[in-house]
């Protein structure tokens, strides 16, 4: 399996390199040259095996032999051991049509630790057989650093710097970081705001001299392992539904995209899949580019749901490729205008989209109202991420009479100050964490300089 980018410049490469590999040298994205199918007779064999061999079995194609099977199959086993419910990813029924998949049962209390868990892993093993190290250098406004800490903590090969602005991030989130105490990770406080952390991570990526040769990794959603680890769970949920014999819809609360386009990669490889449902909070992008073809930046905001503040979605480009027929220079062009000034998509492409995609973006008072109505409606406690799918899957499903799984995408007990807002009491923490407030934190905080930070980074890195 070769690996392509979006705009079409940077050299083709496969899975080892991918993985290793942030953005392409071109400013793309990778995206693998043909996809594999997953056939009806593949939905049939699916039904009633494990989670972990589902994804076993629709990564394998991606992999192609860059791992040995029964070595991979390993790796993915034991990503998802880590996950504290036997389901993995369980499925809840919330009404008659209406299913909530439950992906914030990994070790951070949100998805992002489907991909992270396994993308550490991937990292540590290719690293350890090319007898390298690495430093991974990421900026978190909250659920991505601490999934990528728990990701890496554990690998011998990496040394991981993980920025948050400092003062600025909830205190779970804070010490679901500062807490993990293994000597090859490092909390950087960074005195500025989410900008100021991806700026610096950034400017490391653009300039490595202070790495003197040591190999930099981007764990960002813009890495492909990513986007392939969360598209088994599509795969899983479907065919949990019945998918070998009749379609499902997907809502997925979005932000950088990252999420839903391993969904609709699902779809392209066969699953049947109706509807997609995109749910954005105020920082609503996709849903204006979806609604009204204006796909322009607008002010960041912060909202209830602070995992969905974005001003760009990175991942929309990967989806852009295949609306445009996988034509990597019109990308290119439509990316440059948008850089500079507000712009929009061409007819084609854009219709393709709005035949499969809806939207809604959700402002924190339906969020609030969402959170409390759900509750009485179905006894689930959502949290407000996932509150903004719930609200955008009973506006925008255009089949009722297919059934639609809604992405839970944290666990309540993660955002508390929005469930207080809305009325409940704090959600506890689970049995696995319950203690985090009382564990013992090490975190450096340093000014917003590429400077000071570069200069940690060499001085830290254990090799
Ligand atoms: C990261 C995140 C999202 C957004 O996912 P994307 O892949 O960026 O679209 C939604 N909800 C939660 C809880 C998250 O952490």
Known sequence: MRYISTRGKAPALDFEEVVLTG??????????????????????????????EIAYRVMLPFVDGAIEDDVFKQIVEESYATFHHDAVVPLKQLA??????????????????????LLGR??????????ERAVVMGATSGDTGSAAIEGCRHSEQLDIFILHPYERVSEVQRRQMTTV??????????????????AIVKG??????????????????????RIMAQTAYYVAAAVALGAAHREVSFTVPSANFGNIFAGFLAREMGVPVKQFVIATNANDILHRVISNNDFSKRELLATLA????????SNFERL??????????????????????????ADAPLEKLRTLFSSASVSDEEI???IRDAHERTSELLDPHTATGYFAAERCNRYPNVPMITLATAHPAKFAEAVVKAGFTQVPLPAAMSDLLSREERYTILPASLKDVQGFVAESRRS
């Open 181 to 198: 105490l293994d000597k090859n990770v490092f909390n950087l406080a960074v005195e500025g705001n989410f900008d100021d952390c991806q």
């Open 306 to 313: 602070p995992s969905m503040d974005i001003v760009v979605s």
């Open 122 to 131: 991937l990292l540590d093993y290719f690293l350890t057989r090319r007898d």
């Open 204 to 225: 490391s990526f653009a300039d490595q001299k202070f790495l003197d040769g040591a190999r930099l990794v981007a764990v960002n959603s813009i890495n492909w392992a």
């Open 368 to 370: 609030l109202e969402t």
């Open 320 to 345: 852009l490729f295949f609306a445009y027929d996988r034509d990597a220079s019109a990308v290119a062009e439509l990316l440059e205008r948008f850089q500079q000034s507000p712009t929009a998509l």
């Open 23 to 52: 953005l392409a040298n071109d400013g793309g994205l990778y995206v693998p040259e043909e996809l594999p199918e997953i056939t009806h007779e593949d939905l049939i064999e699916f039904e009633g095996l494990s989670y972990a």
């Open 96 to 117: 008659s049509n209406h299913f909530l998949l439950e992906l914030f049962h990994g070790p951070t209390l949100a998805f992002k630790d489907v991909a992270l868990q």
